[in-house]
């Protein structure tokens, strides 16, 4: 489990308490780094088809759900480029490459003179910022984006680094010696170099069945509907600091059954560098109370822990967002059995994907949508209009296999 994001870092720092968050310990340096660009998805195939199209039409791209807690995806950086596996977070803005495969420079990495620090929820990077070519899929490159290349890092095990598609702002102080600085981010440079007519991405995460699945797609430049059903459902980018620096939206409540979790409108945001979903602390209290015999493992994993006897009764989770409600299943709160020696967490418990975010509600950052909630929904981050859009997509509800 892991938070790319700076926003559960600024919650932490902040927090009277820290949490065991910090403690989870997952072992990925067992994998090896993964290559799986356009091959071995259902999806693969719409986005072969999606590369004929004419450029300035959105791209949709295959992304991989590597070792269950992390989507990442194929980016070339270089000319000729060097393929990088690269997290998808949405709740950071700096691309970089380096913690896995190493920077490989070529006659376009051109340094920018900066040096570049970012601290995220769980790890690090700093390193030296260029600008270089970058390829997101064939026929759609960046000219002089600036990547960081990692030096030293943490916590970025069989991974080679992120592609931030959250808001510029978030680049702010993290150049020396330009610390006032932004530095433009992949969709910054794609809209203004014509290879997108709208900065929107559109993400599709769903369960995985193995470690190392290609069942994801992100879509640069627009929405794909092959991806969701029904319609969209959009809601404003909150004013709420400090989620409103990020994708953040306020959900009206949340409820377990027929208890109320989040009894009012409250500020959080989506994020797809987060495994997990967290609530607020005063919030993680109700849903815990709600079913019987359930304990936060507080020591170890800092996972919810649930009796096989309670999960039969376990109740729709419901999120409300701009009057409709987006649902986990009894599924959808668990960590399936068989995944949790992968986990690094004991095997034979059944542990679950929602837990507290380590302070109570009221500081404008209540939850965090991790991408355990995105595998039931298409999103849709909408920069042009300020918004982020929700759809049913055909996995959103499942039967529970325990
Ligand atoms: C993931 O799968 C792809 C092909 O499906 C393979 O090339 C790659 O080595 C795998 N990575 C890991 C970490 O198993
Ligand atoms: C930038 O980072 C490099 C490599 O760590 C270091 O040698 C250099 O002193 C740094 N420059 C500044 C201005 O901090
Ligand atoms: C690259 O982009 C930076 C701003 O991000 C700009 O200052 C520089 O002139 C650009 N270089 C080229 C070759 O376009
Ligand atoms: C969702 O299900 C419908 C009906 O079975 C099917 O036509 C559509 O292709 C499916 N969509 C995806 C993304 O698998
Ligand atoms: C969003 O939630 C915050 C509390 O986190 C609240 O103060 C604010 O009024 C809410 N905004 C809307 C539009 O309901
Ligand atoms: C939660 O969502 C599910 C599925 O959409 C729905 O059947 C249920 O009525 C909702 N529960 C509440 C309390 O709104």
């Known amino acids: 489990m892991r938070s790319f994001s700076a926003f559960l870092f600024a919650v932490l720092i902040t927090a009277s308490r820290s949490t065991s968050w910090a403690s989870v310990t997952i072992p990925l340096t067992k994998l090896e780094h993964t290559g799986p660009y356009l091959q071995g998805s259902p ?23 590597l ?3 992390q ?15 690269l997290v998808i977070d949405t709740g950071s803005s700096n691309t970089f490459v380096g913690t ?15 040096n570049v620090t970012v601290t995220y929820g769980t790890g690090f990077f700093s390193g030296i910022e260029y600008y270089d070519t970058v390829t997101l899929a064939p026929g759609f490159v960046i000219t002089n984006q600036s990547i960081g290349d990692a030096l030293k890092f943490a916590s970025f095990d069989g991974v080679d680094g992120i592609i931030g598609v959250g808001p510029v702002d ?8 330009d610390t006032g600085a932004l530095t433009p981010t992949i969709m910054d440079n794609a809209l203004k170099q014509g290879l997108i007519k709208q900065q929107i991405v559109g993400i599709s995460f769903a369960p995985a069945t193995t470690s190392n699945d290609t069942n994801g797609a992100i879509t640069y430049g627009g929405i794909d509907p092959a991806f969701y059903t029904g319609d969209i459902t959009y809601t404003p980018i909150t004013k709420t600091s400090r989620s409103s620096l990020y994708w953040g939206i306020n959900v009206t409540e949340a409820t377990y059954g027929t208890h109320t979790v989040i009894p009012q409108s409250t500020a959080g945001i989506v994020d797809s560098g987060t495994t997990l ?6 919030f993680f209290s109700r849903y815990l109370e709600a079913i019987p015999g359930a304990y936060l493992d507080v020591d170890n994993t800092g996972l919810i822990v649930i009796p096989p006897s309670s999960i039969a009764g376990m109740q729709p989770f419901n999120f409300t967002i701009n009057g409709r409600a987006f649902t986990m299943d009894t599924a959808a709160q668990l960590i399936p059995l068989d995944e949790n020696a992968i986990w690094g967490i004991e ?3 059944q542990y679950g994907v929602i837990t507290k975010l380590g302070a109570d509600s009221g500081r404008g950052s209540d939850f965090i949508l991790g991408q355990k909630f995105m595998e ?3 999103v849709v981050f909408d920069t042009d209009q300020s918004r982020v859009g929700f759809a049913y997509t055909n996995h959103t509800f499942s039967a529970y296999l325990p």
């Open 43 to 65: 999806h693969a195939d719409r986005a072969r088809a999606s590369f004929l199209k004419t450029t300035s039409d959105p791209k949709t791209i295959p992304a991989t759900n």
């Open 67 to 69: 070792v269950y807690i």
């Open 277 to 282: 979903v967290l609530i607020a602390d005063d």
């Open 170 to 177: 978030l680049t702010q102080g993290k150049l020396f010696p």
């Open 376 to 378: 039931k929904y298409y």
């Open 347 to 349: 095997t034979g418990v």
């Open 100 to 114: 896995g495969k190493k920077y490989v420079r070529t006659s376009t990495s051109v340094p920018t003179g900066q």
């Open 71 to 85: 989507y990442t995806t194929s980016v070339g950086v270089g000319s000729p480029p060097t393929y990088y596996n």
